[in-house]
C-alpha cells in the first residue's frame, strides 16, 4: 500500500511557538518536507534567505501570484506573505507529508484546494504566556507586539475551523503529539480510498 503525501497545515498565535516545533519536528523525524514561505517583510536577525523563508519584493510578490506560482497568499500586519506551488506538488506527487506553517486566510485557502488537508493549531497554554513568549523573542517593536496581539483576538475567532488543537506549554510533548496527529491522519478511511476500493475488488472475487 503506498502511503499518499498529506498536506498538515499548521497555524497558531504569533508568538505561540510553531517555528519552535516546526524545526524541533523536523530535527527529529525526517520523513516531513516543510515548505518555505515567500515574504516581504525584512528578515530578522539571524534569518537567512532560502532558509527561514525566501525574501522578496512586493512587485515580485505580486509577479508570482499573476503567475499562478503561489497555492495560496494573505496579508499579514503589512506584509505578503505565500507558499510556492512548486516545491509542495513535488512532494506531495513523491508520497511525501509537506507542513506548511501559516496564518488562518492562507489556511482556509489550502483546505478549499486540498480537502484531505490536516489542520492544526497551536495554542499556548494561557494569553500571559502568548505574551511573555513574543516579548522574550526579543524580534519586534512593541507598536509591531501589539498589532500581533490583536491579530492572535481576530484568529481566535476561526480555531474551530481547524481540524486538532495542540496546547504548546512542554516543547518536548507538543512535537510528539504532532507527529502522533499526522500519524494518525494517514489512517482514516477517506485518505485510503484506493485501497479500501481494491480490497473490495478483492473480495468480489471470491
Ligand atoms: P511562532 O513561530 O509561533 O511565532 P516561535 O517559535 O518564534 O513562535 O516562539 C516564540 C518564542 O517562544 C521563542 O522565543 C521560543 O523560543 C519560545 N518558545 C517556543 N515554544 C516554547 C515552549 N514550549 N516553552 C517555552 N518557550 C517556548
Ligand atoms: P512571521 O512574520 O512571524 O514569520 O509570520 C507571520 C504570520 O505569517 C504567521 O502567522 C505565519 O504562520 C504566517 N505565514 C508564514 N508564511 C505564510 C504563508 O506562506 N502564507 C500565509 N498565508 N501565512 C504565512
Redesign the pocket.
Known sequence: MKRKGIIIV?????GAG??TIMKELTKRYDQYAL?I???T?NP?EGEENGR??FFITTEEFEKLIAENG?I???K??N?Y???PRKYVEEKLSQGIDVI????????L?IKEQYSDAVLLFVMPPSAQVLEKRLRGRGTETDEVIAK?LARAKE?AVGIEKYDYIVVNDDLDECVEKVHEIIGSAHNTPDRNADFINEMREQLGKF
Open positions: 499548521v497555524s497558531g498565535f504569533s510553531k517555528g515548505s514561505s515567500a515574504t517583510r530578522r527561514e523563508y503561489l495560496e497568499h494573505a499579514y500586519v506584509n506573505y505565500g507558499t506548511l506553517e501559516i496564518e488562518i486566510q492562507g489556511a485557502q500581533r484568529e
